[in-house]
């Protein structure tokens, strides 16, 4: 007889970071939260994805909810599901295009002073879009 513990573990505290690998210097590179992650469970691999309010109106967009991802309301909520084979490199330039058009401004953002791996740290843990002016995304 075995007995295992499933923990699911909130993300509320927690904090993440992302590297850019070869970042070029003196170019800049900025990164956008669309979503929230909520909590997770490593060992399932099952993560809860919330609308990041700023994203709210870009996630309800018919362009994308239903071709890229699904959405639930739910307690005053907006879970997020991709939705399988979805195109990531479309998603990703509709949301610069609409970041662009709606002025939003990055969660965090930064030129590169020395060429190299450069990490954006203590971000708040969530599903990042990252632009910059050499046009990576």
Do not use: C
Not at 4 to 27: F, H, L, P, R, W
Not at 88 to 103: R, T
Request: aromatic fraction near 14%; hydrophobic fraction near 35%; proline fraction near 1%.
């Amino acid at each position: 007889m075995a007995l295992g513990i499933v923990t699911t573990a909130y993300a509320e505290e927690m904090t993440g970071s992302i590297t850019i690998e070869n970042a070029i210097e003196k170019q800049s590179y900025y990164i956008y939260r669309i979503f929230n992650l909520e909590s997770f469970n490593a060992e399932e691999n099952a993560y809860s994805y919330t609308v990041n309010e700023t994203w709210s109106d870009f996630a309800h967009d018919d362009g994308i909810r239903g071709h890229h991802i699904t959405l639930e309301e739910k307690s005053g909520s907006t879970y997020v599901k991709w939705i399988e084979g979805a195109n990531v490199n479309e998603f990703a330039n509709l949301a610069i295009k609409w970041a662009k058009e709606k002025n939003i401004f990055p969660d965090d953002g930064w030129t590169v002073k020395d060429a190299g791996n450069n990490t954006f740290e203590n971000l708040k843990l969530g599903y990042y879009l990252v632009d910059s002016s050499v046009g990576a995304i």
